[in-house]
């Protein structure tokens, strides 16, 4: 998967916990979302980078 993710166009405030993420990733999953899962990793990426 070559896809690029702009994560700086992402709602970050949105996503202010893990718990928060968690949720989303689950109901875009349900909902069938096949790309989900490396945006998923894209803000987790981020996250473990604002964290350092």
């Known amino acids: 998967m070559n896809e690029?993710?702009?994560v700086a166009r992402c709602d970050?405030?949105?996503f202010a916990s893990?718990?928060?993420i968690a949720d989303w990733?689950?109901?875009k999953e349900d909902?069938?979302?096949q790309f989900i899962q490396r945006v998923?990793?894209?803000v987790n990426e981020f996250f473990n980078?604002?964290?350092k």
């Open 12 to 14: 970050m405030l949105r």
């Open 18 to 20: 893990e718990d928060r």
């Open 49 to 51: 980078k604002q964290e």
């Open 4 to 6: 690029k993710i702009n």
């Open 31 to 33: 909902k069938g979302d």
């Open 25 to 27: 990733v689950s109901e």
């Open 40 to 42: 998923a990793e894209t």
